[in-house]
């Protein structure tokens, strides 16, 4: 006999449940604390750090300590490319101390020359303009007070070759925020701690002397999620609400990340940043104790702080179905690996003898190697032709030894390739030796010899790996789900990609605890993509909203456990009244924005009202952190989600769509004779820059700053130059990027090779669109040397100058081979070694605005062979410019000069303007006087001081 109870039954049951289930939290704030000390206890945990590997340990045996209560432990690795210090020196007199380079401007690493940098320690103060002695910082090192904000460029605008920053107890986000830079500038920065040394130069009314030597790489290490899985006990019953379809109950997901790269990433204790997953440590500590009604999965994630990889990852395996990963593992990773296979056995069988190849049976492994040839054919051939336009008087007996060198290395290699080609069997006649070693190259490119490096084989290995790793983690979790809701229809472990409605995750709650603001809320919307969820958490909404309206009419369901958290807890920012921005009021990324991307309901607890001025700084200390508030409010999140995880109406609608999209490219170089660039480079970086536009050299997107969260993402290609981005979310309008590849030169990160915007034509783009399908993209490259020019910006209007164009000097046209990327107010640009250029930058349709042609000051120096006005600048001139206004303003007169002398030859002339022209020549000679004697404009307060009187209201 089944007994039915009323319907008024169930209300009451349900409500006595809500009420009375709180009683059992039990957040220990005791050990809270020695998780805050535990994780806190280093001195950085950016990601491959050893304070990195600390953190997670630390985490994982919390995990494993609670698998008595059920507590389940997974834990995924993958790859992921972090810049790694390996020396960070600055030598003053017998006294040597660290310097912390501060994160990388897009792939250029703050490093310097293997030899370093030599020069005087040039005090600049707070970097206002009379503290600042700008005739001395000409290839000497500025040190800067933090608060001295962006006057770093300033220092480098006056010819500075490093900047040190300065430390203090009060640094915060606002002033070292302009270091974060989104294309790779090369203005070595670096950071040193408010100790004996930072009061030294201080006080020193000398400058001193000093060798910066620093130096680092991106480097490929393994990051980690940890995912702790609590099972429900005495499950509640499957429901049918909002098309649920009595399906097993999706998992309520916390999110933390333990990782942290503040803008010194080497320096960052991120104590503030600790907050979370220590308050998650609590909350899973409490939840194993009291198990819930429905699963609960907390997610440690090991990668957030660059441009939220850890999430991305958790989203990759448990918001993606196995198919999808299953299809390209089929189609690319399969076959990739059979034929790699293949070709090894094939060049094992020839027993290091190349004579053996049959031209039939051996053609793919022929056609590789001919590939390795023709590149370096190519290489050498654009190595031969620079040395070829050289002026006659720049070659020396050494380049004309070099020249012939390559013109017979040309001959011999094209030989070796036809005989490759055609008549293997000949190769030992005269190239035996040579033809074995690019056999043995390309054994080590296939993965052959792993002792030497990672090849192809070990690559898609890796691959299949990850791929597979995926495919488990989404098949264990919904297992668990299925076993956790006996009765309930099973959610798929393999569902129909098309489809969302068996997604595994039913919410997705991030933790972003602070101790400076009142109160801590849900948050749908964060910086980092300024897109809201709000549609996707309606139904969560409604549901506090309603606990809210209860406790408000002192209803007895909620008043016992609301009470508690009534003073920390707000839910005003759902009300919608207030722009989201008012609440944040910083620039707060948030992790559970990728939830929209993977259409899973997600928002953050946060701290409302708090700018968080600490974060990404390195006075983020433990000791500055005031653990009872943040303890408060993390007690408070665990009563909230005890409560409604507890309350099968605590649930959102079965389906979101899927937002996301992912892209694949290779690095190759063109060759002679050959239309299509198609041949493979190994050795790059890749990346992506937003842009506001698909042109040539495009607008750098202002993006706002995110606190916690580097938006740089690189990664490294595999030995045939291809590269992987997945996963990019299409928010907001954060959809059109340009891609880049660079190679760095090791140890100093200088850039030696890099994408070449010269080749843009046809199919062969560098920008990708996230809304559109994205054919495979071509990055052809070209060695190069880099530069950087600081202070684009035209004084009149005070205009920031965002266009430029590059003109070749010995062609009077642009540049067949250059890179060149423009943000606040500075410029990344690339050349071909040796060569000269014109840049005239502009702004809009304006016209020119900054010039530099290098022009001659008198008719006999003008150079042969030259089409336009002036001699060009070489790369090391631009490094080298000192201050732009003065340079182009010299430019500008020399180039009238010039044209007032043609028309004068003309019988055109006028006396205004020649006098106008010789009044600006006064006040250039005056500027350049001025400089030399750093006399810099005064304030009227320090112009009273200098005449011996008081100012007005002094």
Same mark, same amino acid.
């Given at each position: 006999?089944?007994?039915?109870? !009323?319907?008024?039954?169930?209300?009451?049951?349900?409500?006595?449940?809500?009420?009375?289930?709180?009683?059992?939290?039990?957040?220990?704030?005791?050990?809270?604390?020695?998780?805050?000390?535990?994780?806190?206890?280093?001195?950085? /945990?950016?990601?491959?750090?050893?304070?990195?590997?600390?953190?997670?340990?630390?985490?994982?045996?919390?995990?494993?300590?609670?698998?008595?209560?059920?507590?389940?432990?997974?834990?995924?690795?993958?790859?992921?490319?972090?810049?790694?210090?390996?020396?960070?020196?600055?030598?003053?007199?017998?006294?040597?101390?660290?310097?912390?380079?501060?994160?990388?401007?897009?792939?250029?690493?703050?490093?310097?020359?293997?030899?370093?940098?030599?020069?005087?320690?040039?005090?600049?103060?707070?970097?206002?303009?009379?503290?600042?002695?700008?005739?001395?910082?000409?290839?000497?090192?500025?040190?800067?007070?933090?608060?001295?904000?962006?006057?770093?460029?300033? @220092?480098?605008?006056?010819?500075?070759?490093?900047?040190?920053?300065?430390?203090?107890?009060?640094?915060?986000?606002?002033?070292?925020?302009?270091?974060?830079?989104?294309?790779?500038?090369?203005?070595?920065?670096?950071?040193?701690?408010?100790?004996?040394?930072?009061?030294?130069?201080?006080?020193?009314?000398?400058?001193?002397?000093?060798?910066?030597?620093?130096?680092?790489?991106?480097? /490929?290490?393994?990051?980690?999620?940890?995912?702790?899985?609590?099972?429900?006990?005495?499950?509640?019953?499957?429901?049918?609400?909002?098309?649920?379809? =009595?399906?097993?109950?999706?998992?309520?997901?916390?999110?933390?990340? +333990?990782?942290?790269?503040?803008?010194?990433?080497?320096?960052?204790?991120?104590?503030?940043?600790?907050?979370?997953?220590?308050?998650?440590?609590?909350?899973?500590?409490?939840?194993?104790?009291?198990?819930?009604?429905?699963?609960?999965?907390?997610?440690?994630?090991?990668?957030?702080? &660059?441009?939220?990889?850890?999430?991305?990852?958790?989203?990759?395996?448990?918001?993606?179905? !196995?198919?999808?990963?299953?299809?390209?593992?089929?189609?690319?990773?399969?076959?990739?690996?059979?034929?790699?296979?293949?070709?090894?056995?094939?060049?094992?069988?020839?027993?290091?003898?190349?004579?053996?190849?049959? #031209?039939?049976?051996?053609?793919?492994?022929?056609?590789?190697?001919?590939?390795?040839?023709?590149?370096?054919?190519?290489?050498?051939?654009?190595?031969?032709?620079?040395?070829?336009?050289?002026?006659?008087?720049?070659?020396?007996?050494?380049?004309?030894?070099?020249?012939?060198?390559?013109?017979?290395?040309?001959?011999?290699?094209?030989?070796?390739? +036809?005989?490759?080609?055609?008549?293997?069997?000949?190769?030992?006649?005269?190239?035996?030796?040579?033809?074995?070693?690019?056999?043995?190259?390309?054994?080590?490119?296939?993965?052959?010899?792993?002792?030497?490096?990672?090849?192809?084989?070990?690559?898609?290995?890796?691959?299949?790996?990850?791929?597979?790793?995926?495919?488990?983690?989404?098949?264990?979790?919904?297992?668990?789900?299925?076993?956790?809701?006996?009765?309930?229809?099973?959610?798929?472990?393999?569902?129909?990609?098309?489809?969302?409605? %068996?997604?595994?995750?039913?919410? &997705?709650?991030?933790?972003?605890?602070?101790?400076?603001?009142?109160?801590?809320? !849900?948050?749908?919307?964060?910086?980092?993509?300024?897109?809201?969820?709000?549609?996707?958490?309606?139904?969560?909404?409604?549901?506090?909203? /309603?606990?809210?309206?209860?406790?408000?009419?002192?209803?007895?369901?909620?008043?016992?456990?609301?009470?508690?958290?009534?003073?920390? #807890?707000?839910?005003?920012?759902?009300?919608?009244?207030?722009?989201?921005?008012?609440?944040? &009021?910083?620039?707060?990324?948030?992790?559970?924005?990728?939830?929209?991307?993977?259409?899973?309901?997600?928002?953050?607890?946060?701290?409302?009202?708090?700018?968080?001025?600490?974060?990404?700084?390195?006075?983020?200390?433990?000791?500055?952190?005031?653990?009872?508030?943040?303890?408060?409010?993390?007690?408070?999140?665990?009563?909230?989600?005890?409560?409604?995880?507890?309350?099968?109406?605590?649930?959102?609608?079965?389906? +979101?769509?899927?937002?996301?999209?992912?892209?694949?490219?290779?690095?190759?170089?063109?060759?002679?004779?050959?239309?299509?660039?198609?041949?493979?480079?190994?050795?790059?970086?890749?990346?992506?820059?937003?842009? @506001?536009?698909?042109?040539?050299?495009?607008?750098?997107?202002?993006?706002?700053?995110?606190?916690?969260?580097?938006?740089?993402?690189?990664?490294?290609?595999?030995?045939?130059?291809?590269?992987?981005?997945?996963?990019?979310?299409?928010?907001?309008?954060?959809?059109?990027?340009?891609?880049?590849?660079?190679?760095?030169?090791?140890?100093?990160?200088?850039?030696?090779?890099?994408?070449?915007?010269?080749?843009?034509?046809?199919?062969?783009?560098?920008?990708?669109?996230?809304?559109?399908?994205?054919?495979?993209?071509?990055?052809?490259?070209?060695?190069?040397?880099?530069?950087?020019?600081?202070?684009? +910006?035209?004084?009149?209007?005070?205009?920031?100058?965002?266009?430029?164009?590059?003109?070749?000097?010995?062609?009077?046209?642009?540049?067949?081979?250059?890179?060149?990327?423009?943000?606040?107010?500075? &410029?990344?640009?690339?050349?071909?070694?040796?060569?000269?250029?014109?840049?005239?930058?502009?702004?809009?349709?304006?016209?020119?605005?900054?010039?530099?042609?290098?022009?001659?000051?008198?008719?006999?120096?003008?150079?042969?062979?030259?089409?336009?006005?002036?001699?060009?600048?070489?790369?090391?001139?631009?490094?080298?410019?000192?201050?732009?206004?003065?340079?182009?303003?010299?430019?500008?007169?020399?180039? =009238?000069?010039?044209?007032?002398?043609?028309?004068?030859?003309?019988?055109?002339?006028?006396?205004?303007? %020649?006098?106008?022209?010789?009044?600006?020549?006064?006040?250039?000679?005056?500027?350049?006087?001025?400089?030399?004697?750093?006399?810099?404009?005064?304030?009227?307060?320090?112009?009273?001081?200098?005449?011996?009187?008081?100012?007005?209201?002094?």
């Amino acid at each position: 006999m089944i007994t039915r109870f !009323p319907k008024f039954f169930w209300p009451i049951l349900i409500g006595w449940f809500i009420c009375s289930s709180p009683v059992r939290a039990d957040f220990d704030t005791v050990q809270f604390q020695s998780d805050l000390r535990a994780l806190t206890d280093v001195s950085s /945990r950016a990601i491959g750090s050893p304070g990195y590997e600390k953190a997670r340990d630390y985490i994982r045996s919390q995990i494993q300590s609670l698998a008595g209560s059920g507590v389940e432990l997974k834990e995924h690795t993958y790859s992921m490319m972090v810049p790694r210090t390996w020396r960070n020196q600055l030598i003053v007199g017998e006294q040597t101390v660290s310097v912390y380079p501060f994160f990388p401007s897009s792939v250029r690493l703050n490093t310097t020359p293997e030899t370093g940098i030599s020069g005087q320690l040039i005090y600049c103060g707070n970097g206002k303009y009379p503290q600042i002695p700008s005739s001395k910082l000409q290839g000497n090192i500025a040190v800067l007070e933090a608060s001295s904000e962006d006057a770093w460029k300033t @220092a480098h605008y006056f010819g500075a070759k490093a900047v040190l920053i300065l430390g203090g107890p009060e640094v915060t986000n606002q002033n070292l925020r302009s270091h974060e830079m989104l294309i790779p500038i090369n203005v070595p920065r670096f950071y040193l701690p408010d100790e004996a040394l930072a009061r030294r130069i201080r006080e020193s009314t000398e400058p001193l002397e000093a060798r910066l030597i620093v130096q680092s790489d991106w480097v /490929r290490v393994r990051a980690s999620n940890l995912y702790a899985y609590v099972p429900a006990r005495d499950p509640l019953p499957p429901t049918s609400d909002r098309g649920n379809a =009595n399906k097993a109950w999706a998992a309520l997901t916390i999110v933390s990340s +333990y990782d942290a790269s503040g803008l010194v990433p080497d320096y960052s204790p991120a104590a503030g940043q600790a907050v979370q997953p220590a308050a998650a440590l609590g909350m899973l500590r409490d939840f194993a104790q009291n198990p819930p009604r429905r699963p609960v999965l907390f997610v440690f994630t090991g990668g957030d702080s &660059m441009n939220f990889q850890g999430t991305r990852q958790m989203l990759m395996a448990f918001g993606d179905p !196995p198919a999808k990963w299953r299809e390209v593992l089929r189609r690319q990773v399969e076959p990739a690996l059979s034929t790699t296979r293949s070709m090894i056995e094939q060049a094992r069988a020839l027993d290091g003898d190349p004579t053996r190849l049959d #031209v039939v049976k051996n053609r793919e492994l022929i056609d590789r190697i001919i590939k390795i040839i023709e590149t370096d054919i190519a290489l050498e051939q654009d190595e031969l032709f620079r040395l070829r336009v050289l002026p006659e008087d720049q070659i020396t007996p050494e380049t004309r030894s070099r020249m012939k060198q390559l013109e017979s290395r040309q001959l011999d290699l094209g030989r070796l390739k +036809y005989l490759f080609g055609t008549k293997p069997t000949e190769l030992n006649e005269r190239f035996g030796e040579q033809a074995r070693a690019y056999l043995d190259r390309l054994l080590i490119r296939l993965g052959d010899r792993p002792e030497v490096g990672e090849g192809l084989l070990q690559q898609w290995q890796n691959r299949e790996q990850a791929l597979q790793t995926r495919i488990g983690l989404y098949e264990w979790l919904a297992g668990r789900i299925n076993s956790d809701t006996p009765g309930g229809v099973a959610r798929s472990s393999d569902p129909n990609p098309r489809y969302n409605n %068996d997604r595994l995750i039913e919410l &997705m709650v991030g933790l972003d605890i602070s101790d400076l603001g009142q109160r801590i809320g !849900p948050m749908y919307w964060g910086r980092w993509s300024w897109s809201s969820s709000i549609t996707l958490i309606q139904e969560h909404r409604e549901w506090f909203d /309603r606990q809210s309206r209860l406790f408000a009419e002192k209803n007895p369901t909620v008043s016992g456990w609301y009470s508690q958290i009534a003073g920390v #807890v707000d839910f005003e920012p759902l009300k919608l009244t207030r722009t989201p921005i008012s609440f944040l &009021m910083s620039g707060l990324g948030l992790s559970t924005e990728m939830g929209l991307a993977w259409g899973v309901p997600a928002f953050s607890m946060t701290t409302l009202e708090d700018l968080r001025p600490r974060r990404d700084t390195p006075s983020d200390t433990l000791d500055r952190l005031n653990i009872d508030w943040v303890s408060k409010q993390a007690d408070a999140v665990n009563r909230l989600f005890q409560v409604a995880w507890a309350d099968p109406k605590f649930l959102g609608q079965p389906e +979101y769509r899927r937002n996301t999209n992912q892209f694949e490219g290779q690095v190759v170089s063109t060759a002679s004779g050959k239309p299509i660039p198609d041949l493979p480079r190994e050795g790059f970086l890749a990346t992506y820059t937003y842009i @506001a536009g698909p042109r040539k050299i495009p607008s750098v997107r202002w993006l706002p700053y995110t606190l916690g969260v580097r938006r740089t993402e690189v990664v490294d290609c595999d030995s045939e130059g291809r590269y992987f981005f997945e996963a990019l979310p299409r928010l907001s309008d954060l959809k059109q990027m340009i891609v880049k590849v660079y190679r760095l030169q090791p140890g100093s990160g200088k850039i030696i090779a890099c994408t070449d915007l010269g080749k843009q034509a046809g199919d062969i783009k560098q920008t990708v669109n996230l809304d559109q399908d994205i054919v495979p993209v071509k990055s052809v490259v070209f060695n190069s040397e880099e530069f950087t020019i600081s202070g684009l +910006y035209d004084p009149r209007f005070l205009q920031s100058l965002g266009e430029v164009q590059l003109m070749d000097a010995r062609r009077n046209a642009e540049p067949q081979r250059f890179d060149a990327m423009l943000q606040s107010q500075m &410029m990344f640009g690339t050349l071909e070694p040796g060569s000269r250029a014109y840049l005239l930058f502009r702004y809009g349709r304006i016209g020119n605005r900054i010039i530099l042609l290098n022009m001659p000051q008198t008719p006999d120096q003008q150079r042969k062979g030259l089409r336009g006005a002036g001699l060009g600048y070489t790369v090391e001139q631009l490094n080298n410019l000192g201050p732009l206004a003065m340079v182009t303003a010299r430019d500008f007169w020399f180039l =009238n000069q010039s044209r007032i002398e043609e028309y004068r030859k003309a019988g055109v002339s006028s006396d205004l303007i %020649d006098q106008m022209h010789q009044n600006a020549w006064k006040q250039l000679q005056q500027a350049q006087e001025s400089f030399r004697n750093n006399d810099t404009p005064l304030d009227d307060a320090q112009r009273h001081r200098r005449l011996g009187r008081r100012s007005p209201g002094l």
